[in-house]
C-alpha cells in the first residue's frame, strides 16, 4: 500500500499512453483528473477501515486507489476489458482491491454483497457512467441491496431531479424513489474541467443515505412503485388514464377514481402534482381493494 499514484492529468495521461487506451464514448469515459474533487468525495463518503465498498466503474483506478486507503476492502466493477489490464498494474499495490469485469446492471449485487460481506451493508461510492444512472440508482434501492450509503457523482440536472418535489418538470420517479429510500445533500458542484474527456454537461456529488426507516408507510413498495412510473410514463394524461392503461397495473377504473378521490383530489388531477405520502396512501388503498374483492 502507498499512497495514490493517479489524480492528476500527467499520471492520468502517461497511463493513458503506456496502454494506448482510447475512450469509448458509449461507456461514458470521463476520467476523474483532479485531486480535491477526489479528496471531497472520499470525506463525504466517511469511509473507514470497517467498511465494505462497492465501486461502480473504476476507469483506470483513480478512486479506487483512495477508497483502496480509506476501506477494509472495495469491489471495484468495470465493463470495459480494455481496462482491466491498466486497473491491474494501477491497482497492483493494494490487496484488498477485487476488480469484476462486469455490466453493472446485469449483475446481482445483492447476491455478490451477501457473499463478500456477509449481507452487511455495504458503501457505494462512484464516479458514476451518466448514461446509466438511474437504472443503477433505482436498481440499488429497488433490488433491497444491502447498501448504507451511495455517494456518487453525477450530471448536475440529475443530482437536481433528486432533490424535487411535486409542481417542478424534473419531479419523477427518481425523486420519490430517493425521498423514499434515502435523506440526500449535494457535496459539491464539480465543473467540465475535472474531468478527461470534458463532459459537455456539468457535475455534482451526491451523497444519499438509507433512511433506517422510510417516511411513509406502504404496504406494497412494487406497487407503489409501478403506480409511480404508470403515473410519470404518461405525463400528459390525467392520473386515472395513466393507471387505467398502464401495463403493469390491473385495478378496475371505478377503483382507481375511488382511490383518487380518497386522496381530497378531482378526476383530472396529474400523477405530477401527488407527493410521496400521496402515492403511499394511493397504493396502500389499491393493494386492500385486492385484498377486499377476495373476501
Ligand atoms: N471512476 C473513474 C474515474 O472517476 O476516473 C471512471 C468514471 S467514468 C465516468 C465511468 C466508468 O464506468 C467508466 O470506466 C466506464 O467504462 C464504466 N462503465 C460504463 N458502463 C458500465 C456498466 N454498465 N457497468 C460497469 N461499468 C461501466
Same mark, same amino acid.
Given at each position: 500500500?502507498?499512497? *495514490?499514484? /493517479?489524480?492528476?492529468?500527467?499520471?492520468?495521461?502517461?497511463?493513458?499512453?503506456?496502454?494506448?487506451? =482510447?475512450?469509448?464514448?458509449?461507456?461514458?469515459?470521463?476520467?476523474?483528473?483532479?485531486?480535491?474533487?477526489?479528496?471531497?468525495?472520499?470525506?463525504?463518503?466517511?469511509?473507514?477501515?470497517?467498511?465494505?465498498?462497492?465501486?461502480?466503474?473504476? @476507469?483506470? @483506478?483513480?478512486?479506487?486507489?483512495?477508497?483502496?486507503?480509506?476501506?477494509?476492502?472495495?469491489?471495484?466493477?468495470?465493463?470495459?476489458?480494455?481496462?482491466? *489490464?491498466?486497473?491491474?498494474?494501477?491497482?497492483?499495490?493494494?490487496?484488498?482491491?477485487?476488480?469484476?469485469?462486469?455490466?453493472?446492471?446485469?449483475?446481482?449485487?445483492?447476491?455478490?454483497?451477501?457473499?463478500?460481506?456477509? @449481507?452487511?451493508?455495504?458503501?457505494?461510492?462512484?464516479?458514476?457512467?451518466?448514461?446509466?444512472?438511474? *437504472?443503477?440508482?433505482?436498481?440499488?434501492?429497488?433490488?433491497?441491496?444491502?447498501?448504507? =450509503?451511495?455517494?456518487?457523482?453525477?450530471?448536475?440536472?440529475?443530482?437536481?431531479?433528486?432533490?424535487?418535489?411535486?409542481?417542478?418538470?424534473?419531479?419523477?420517479?427518481?425523486?420519490?424513489?430517493?425521498?423514499?429510500?434515502?435523506?440526500?445533500?449535494?457535496?459539491?458542484?464539480?465543473?467540465?474541467?475535472?474531468?478527461?474527456?470534458? *463532459?459537455?454537461?456539468? =457535475?455534482?456529488?451526491?451523497?444519499?443515505?438509507?433512511?433506517?426507516?422510510?417516511?411513509?408507510?406502504?404496504?406494497?413498495?412494487?406497487?407503489?412503485?409501478?403506480?409511480?412510473?404508470?403515473?410519470?410514463?404518461?405525463?400528459?394524461?390525467?392520473?386515472?388514464?395513466? /393507471?387505467?392503461?398502464?401495463?403493469? /397495473?390491473?385495478?378496475?377504473?371505478?377503483?382507481?377514481?375511488?382511490?383518487?378521490?380518497? /386522496?381530497?383530489?378531482?378526476?383530472?388531477?396529474? @400523477?405530477?402534482?401527488?407527493?410521496?405520502?400521496?402515492?403511499?396512501?394511493?397504493?396502500?388503498?389499491?393493494?386492500?381493494?385486492?385484498?377486499?374483492?377476495?373476501?
Amino acid at each position: 500500500m502507498g499512497k *495514490p499514484t /493517479l489524480g492528476n492529468p500527467q499520471n492520468t495521461i502517461e497511463i493513458l499512453q503506456k496502454y494506448q487506451f =482510447s475512450f469509448q464514448k458509449k461507456f461514458g469515459q470521463n476520467f476523474l483528473i483532479d485531486t480535491h474533487v477526489l479528496d471531497k468525495i472520499i470525506r463525504a463518503a466517511d469511509i473507514s477501515k470497517d467498511d465494505m465498498v462497492l465501486e461502480i466503474g473504476p @476507469g483506470i @483506478g483513480t478512486m479506487t486507489q483512495y477508497l483502496a486507503e480509506a476501506a477494509g476492502r472495495v469491489i471495484a466493477v468495470e465493463i470495459d476489458k480494455n481496462l482491466i *489490464p491498466i486497473l491491474l498494474d494501477t491497482l497492483g499495490g493494494y490487496d484488498n482491491v477485487r476488480i469484476l469485469n462486469e455490466d453493472v446492471l446485469k449483475l446481482d449485487i445483492r447476491k455478490l454483497v451477501s457473499e463478500e460481506n456477509e @449481507g452487511k451493508p455495504v458503501k457505494v461510492v462512484a464516479n458514476l457512467p451518466y448514461y446509466i444512472t438511474t *437504472p443503477i440508482i433505482m436498481g440499488l434501492f429497488e433490488n433491497q441491496v444491502p447498501v448504507e =450509503s451511495i455517494t456518487v457523482m453525477v450530471q448536475k440536472e440529475v443530482a437536481d431531479r433528486m432533490q424535487t418535489g411535486p409542481g417542478s418538470k424534473d419531479y419523477g420517479a427518481l425523486s420519490l424513489a430517493v425521498q423514499y429510500y434515502a435523506s440526500a445533500y449535494i457535496v459539491a458542484n464539480v465543473p467540465p474541467n475535472c474531468f478527461m474527456p470534458r *463532459p459537455k454537461v456539468g =457535475s455534482a456529488v451526491i451523497r444519499l443515505t438509507r433512511h433506517e426507516k422510510p417516511p411513509v408507510e406502504v404496504r406494497d413498495e412494487k406497487l407503489m412503485f409501478d403506480i409511480i412510473r404508470s403515473s410519470f410514463n404518461q405525463r400528459r394524461k390525467t392520473l386515472v388514464n395513466g /393507471l387505467n392503461n398502464s401495463d403493469r /397495473l390491473d385495478f378496475p377504473k371505478e377503483i382507481i377514481v375511488k382511490g383518487i378521490e380518497c /386522496l381530497g383530489k378531482g378526476e383530472r388531477v396529474r @400523477g405530477e402534482t401527488l407527493s410521496l405520502e400521496d402515492f403511499a396512501r394511493l397504493s396502500n388503498f389499491l393493494s386492500d381493494s385486492r385484498f377486499q374483492a377476495c373476501n
